[in-house]
Nanobody, 118 residues
Framework: QVQLVESGGGLVQPGGSLRLSCVASGFTFSRYIMSWYRQAPGKERELVARISTIATRTTYADAMKGRSTITRDNAKNTVYLQMNSLKPEDTAVYYC???????????WGQGTQVTVSS
C-alpha cells in the first residue's frame, strides 16, 4: 500500500522558515521522481518543486525560486522542502507527490497546512 505522509507544516510569521518532510512507503522510493505541490483556498493546485530520483535535477516554481530547496534522502525514503523568507501568499496546503516522469505523479499525500501570518 502506497503511502506519502507529510509533516512539518504549521503557523509561521512572515519572513520565517519551515522544513516540510514527506515519508514514503509501499513503493521503491529511489525510483520515483518526487514533487511538492501546494493549493491555496480558491486556487488550483500548483507545483512548488520537483527532484529527480538521485537528486541530479530539480525544478522550482518561479514564486519559490531562491526561497526554497527540495532535497531527498533515499536511505530514509524521505523528501524535504526547506522554505525560507515565507510570505503570506505562501499560505496553502502542501502536498507530496510521487511519479515516474517529469510531470505530476500518480501518488499523493494527504497534505500539510502551512500558514504564514503575523
Amino acid at each position: 500500500q502506497v503511502q506519502l505522509v507529510e509533516s512539518g507544516g504549521g503557523l509561521v510569521q512572515p519572513g520565517g522558515s519551515l522544513r516540510l518532510s514527506c515519508v514514503a512507503s509501499g513503493f521503491t522510493f529511489s525510483r520515483y521522481i518526487m514533487s511538492w505541490y501546494r493549493q491555496a483556498p480558491g486556487k488550483e493546485r500548483e507545483l512548488v518543486a520537483r527532484i529527480s530520483t538521485i537528486a541530479t535535477r530539480t525544478t522550482y516554481a518561479d514564486a519559490m525560486k531562491g526561497r526554497s530547496t527540495i532535497t531527498r534522502d533515499n536511505a530514509k525514503n524521505t523528501v524535504y522542502l526547506q522554505m525560507n523568507s515565507l510570505k503570506p501568499e505562501d499560505t496553502a496546503v502542501y502536498y507530496c507527490n510521487a511519479g515516474t516522469g517529469w510531470e505530476t505523479g500518480y501518488y499523493w499525500g494527504q497534505g500539510t497546512q502551512v500558514t504564514v501570518s503575523s
